[in-house]
Nanobody, 125 residues
Framework: QVQLVESGGGLVQAGGSLRLSCAAS????????MGWFRQPPGKEREFVAA????????YYADSVKGRFTISRDNAKNTVYLQMNSLKPEDTAVYYC??????????????????WGPGTQVTVSS
């Protein structure tokens, strides 16, 4: 089993920055990747970023490329999402996910076995 807990969400003005953290604990069978998803108000959950656990190779949704950076610390079992140049459109509940199996698209939420409770990010104009 894996437990995830996010931190770092909050209220920020447009153009500002936030860094989200997600600490994982517990035994994992497959730690192929960790990811970030978000769910804006009134919309479905959408892919934000993912990272290969062993290699550190990052992947991003087109909407956040050049603004967001995902990274990981293997020793701490922690993944980070540095969010710069934030826009009101980034307002959403952000969820950390873990333990995606190979062969499943990384942008598919159903590919991940574990999820954190989510953290609210609100960007004001």
């Amino acid at each position: 089993q894996v437990q995830l807990v996010e931190s770092g969400g909050g209220l920020v003005q447009a153009g500002g920055s936030l860094r989200l953290s997600c600490a994982a604990s517990g035994r994992t069978f497959s730690n192929y990747a960790m990811g970030w998803f978000r769910q804006p108000p009134g919309k479905e959950r959408e892919f934000v970023a993912a990272i290969n656990w062993s290699s550190g190779n990052p992947y991003y949704a087109d909407s956040v490329k050049g603004r967001f950076t995902i990274s990981r610390d293997n020793a701490k079992n922690t993944v980070y999402l540095q969010m710069n140049s934030l826009k009101p459109e980034d307002t959403a509940v952000y969820y950390c996910s873990a333990d995606r199996k190979k062969g499943v698209p990384r942008s598919y939420a159903g590919a991940y076995d574990y999820w954190g409770p989510g953290t609210q990010v609100t960007v004001s104009s």
